[in-house]
């Protein structure tokens, strides 16, 4: 125990003993300089200095672009190949949705028209009368909607579902853009022998408008429209198309309506 102690104390004392370093010009050893420490102040002057250099390379690390270079430490927000793969996925999200939205406007058109193919006087459900669409519990959430003219002029044929005339006829001047009534998403943008070029765009709360007999499309299959966007031109194509007119359809819920009913040409 004694001697441990005498270990210890003679420990402390080295650290006390003072060291005195000189400077000699090693041609004509002259002393240029001397410098007096002790062990204490040279473990201190070391402990000082690891401390520091410490210090600098966590604040560089935690302050400056450097930690963006250790792996596992920068934030992965501002890596370049995860920002592409974030936007990749974002972009897959947004086509499978407005794929589902493709196939349930598909379902409900294709639905609506089986419904329709029998008699159009003794099959109640090939269409849906004026008189039976504001009774319907249906027709106060359609009539809710803000649907914007997808043309301006005349109606030359109305809406008569008994002749099969799903639509109106509306004439305007040549070139005229056809534009879309409501947000919505592509579902067909085709050509028919006798519809000629046309577009089926669907809505929400199951709503599809129908543009036919244009002169061109302006838009494609799957591609998200916003209110009042054009998209196509008016025309006269398709067998049934007897002059440069628009046919315009509304359908709901898988039934035709009479667009004049929520719609001021």
Known sequence: MDHDLTQKNSWIETLKNTYKIV??????????????????KIYLLVFVSI???????????????IKSLIPGYGKIENDKAYQELFTNIQELENKLKAQDIYTIGLQNMLRGIEEGSGNPITDQKQSIESKDI????????LNKFHLISPITGSISRAYDPQSEHYGVDILAPANSPVKTIQDGVVINASWSDEAGNMVYIQHPQNLISVYKHNSSVLVKAGQRVSAGQAVAIIGNTGTLSSGPHLHFELWYDGLPVNPSNYITF
């Open 23 to 40: 400077v000699l010009n090693e041609e004509d050893l002259k002393e240029v300089g001397s410098y007096t420490l002790s062990l204490r």
């Open 134 to 141: 504001i009774e319907s519990e249906k027709t106060g959430l």
């Open 51 to 65: 401390v520091l250099i410490s210090a600098m390379v966590v604040s560089m690390i935690l302050f400056t672009p």
